[in-house]
Nanobody, 114 residues
Framework: VQLVQSGAELRNPGASVKVSCKAS????????IDWVRQAPGQGLEWMGR????????KYAFKFQGRVTFTADTSTTTAYVELSSLRSEDTAVYYC????????WGQGTQVTVSS
């Protein structure tokens, strides 16, 4: 099982960013993919999850309206898009899947700075 994320991103405040998570080694449509982030000096913060089979999503209340999860079954890739970025969104973003054990992507650094 592998989750490979896209590279680091630098954005200005107010912009959007889209991070990808390419999954392999298991049945992509059979397991939800969760997204979390970790800001500098902070703990992990759960953002939500997507069911790749039907695109069903669940968002943490804090991120509703500003975060969008999508999944492309043809490429077995999940995406998180965050809009209206602010400096507080600077963090490492991770995807993970639970197949008994949890498998994690390597993380994507998103930096929001003018």
């Amino acid at each position: 099982v592998q989750l490979v994320q896209s590279g680091a991103e630098l954005r200005n405040p107010g912009a959007s960013v889209k991070v990808s998570c390419k999954a392999s080694g298991y049945m992509f449509t059979s397991y939800d993919i969760d997204w979390v982030r970790q800001a500098p000096g902070q703990g992990l913060e759960w953002m939500g999850r997507i069911d790749p089979e039907d695109g069903g999503t669940k968002y943490a209340f804090k991120f509703q309206g500003r975060v969008t999860f999508t999944a492309d079954t043809s490429t077995t890739t999940a995406y998180v898009e965050l809009s209206s970025l602010r400096s507080e969104d600077t963090a490492v973003y991770y995807c993970y899947v639970r197949l008994g054990s949890a498998f994690w992507g390597q993380g994507t650094q998103v930096t929001v700075s003018s």
